[in-house]
């Protein structure tokens, strides 16, 4: 089993819609969750780390479920520029590395 | 101002020969990594230093050897280049700040092409 698993998509929702994804992670003593955003061809960016009472940054929600060990990313609204893939994120607790998943691809349509 | 700077963008080289990528951070953080992202996407941490020390050296080939001139700098040279080693490289830095936790910053990557 993966460290961390992602459904690799692609999601293509109209813009204006709400979307969602999940990530699971297998080390339940996992530290901190992020999730980042890399757009095609690009570096992978911070869009925002997860807490454990839940997040939101504008647009975007992020929930994190310890028991079972999940994390969520919600997308209100979206927007064309929010096309991209989404890095579900993990440091397990005594590492000092991240792991990273998969990724989720989104596309955005007009 | 580019935070973390990798050069060169894009290799193209030759099965067996030897290659460098260089990484510079201005951000003053003490902390630098190297990652290898396939075709399949998936990032994979390679190494990291901190302070110059290597502190995390996952399963790479003893082709691949790193090196930390001083904190702001790491290298990457890969000998005898084999054709799996074609992916994107990106060189990341961190600072952890109390209250506020660790962000990880990308460089653009390089992207080599073992032929």
């Known amino acids: 089993r993966k460290e961390v698993e992602q459904d690799p998509g692609p999601f293509n929702v109209p813009e204006g819609a709400t979307v969602a994804f999940n990530c699971t992670y297998s080390n339940s003593a996992s530290q901190s969750f992020f999730w980042y955003r890399q757009d095609c061809r690009k570096e992978p960016k911070l869009l925002m780390s997860?807490?454990?009472s839940g997040n939101e940054d504008g647009r975007f929600t992020a929930q994190l479920n310890r028991a079972s060990q999940y994390i969520s990313l919600l997308i209100r609204d979206s927007k064309l520029s929010d096309s991209a893939t989404y890095l579900c994120v993990v440091k397990f607790q005594g590492a000092q590395k991240l792991v990273f998943g998969q990724g989720t691809r989104l596309t955005i349509n007009p | 101002d580019t935070a973390v700077s990798q050069t060169p963008k894009y290799l193209v080289t030759q099965m067996g020969n030897d290659k460098s990528i260089k990484c510079e951070q201005n951000?003053?953080?003490?902390?630098m990594y190297w990652y290898k992202q396939d075709s399949k996407k998936f990032l994979k941490i390679m190494f990291s230093y901190n302070n110059k020390e290597l502190i995390i050296n996952e399963t790479v080939p003893n082709r691949f050897s790193p090196k930390s001139p001083d904190k702001a700098h790491l290298n990457l040279h890969i000998n005898s280049l084999e054709l799996g080693d074609s992916a994107v490289y990106f060189c990341?830095?961190?600072?952890?700040?109390?209250?506020?936790?660790?962000?990880?910053?990308f460089g653009p990557g390089t992207r080599l092409l073992v032929l």
């Open positions: 990341a830095s961190s600072q952890w700040i109390s209250g506020s936790g660790e962000t990880q910053y």
């Open positions: 951000l003053g953080h003490d902390t």
């Open positions: 997860v807490y454990s």
